[in-house]
């Protein structure tokens, strides 16, 4: 059975950082593409940043420069280093397996993130 599960969360002021980790079991982790989605309250979910089984990564421009997707193979874990966080960055912030082939996608449960002073 496939797990994510994400931690790191919480509350932290604007201009702080908080690092999100999300550990993968019941699953070959290397190969698969990862990806950090969020959604506000009222908002679609929308992509963060996304990284390959080979490293390459892409971003939402709203997080361009602030936000940096990695993934530690050997842990299966994928990370995301948000800094110079803003209050519109709060939302819930979910992990996900990529579909890949005919392998369906896998979600985290999510772990907050509020932005406010």
């Known amino acids: 059975q496939v797990q994510l599960v994400e931690s790191g969360g919480g509350l932290v002021q604007p201009g702080g950082s908080l690092r999100l980790s999300c550990v993968v079991s019941?699953?070959?982790?290397?190969?698969?593409?990862m990806g950090w989605y969020r959604q506000a309250p009222g908002k679609q979910r929308e992509l963060v940043a996304r990284?390959?089984?080979?490293?390459?990564?892409n971003y939402a421009d709203s997080v361009m420069g602030r936000f940096a997707i990695s993934r530690d193979n050997a842990k299966n874990t994928v990370y995301l280093q948000m800094n110079s966080l803003k209050p519109e960055d709060t939302a819930g912030y979910y992990c996900?397996?990529?579909?890949?082939?005919?392998?369906?996608?896998?979600w985290g449960q999510g772990t907050q993130v509020t932005v406010s002073s």
């Open positions: 996900k397996r990529e579909r890949r082939g005919l392998d369906t996608d896998y």
């Open positions: 990284i390959t089984s080979g490293g390459s990564t």
């Open positions: 019941g699953s070959i982790f290397s190969i698969y593409t």
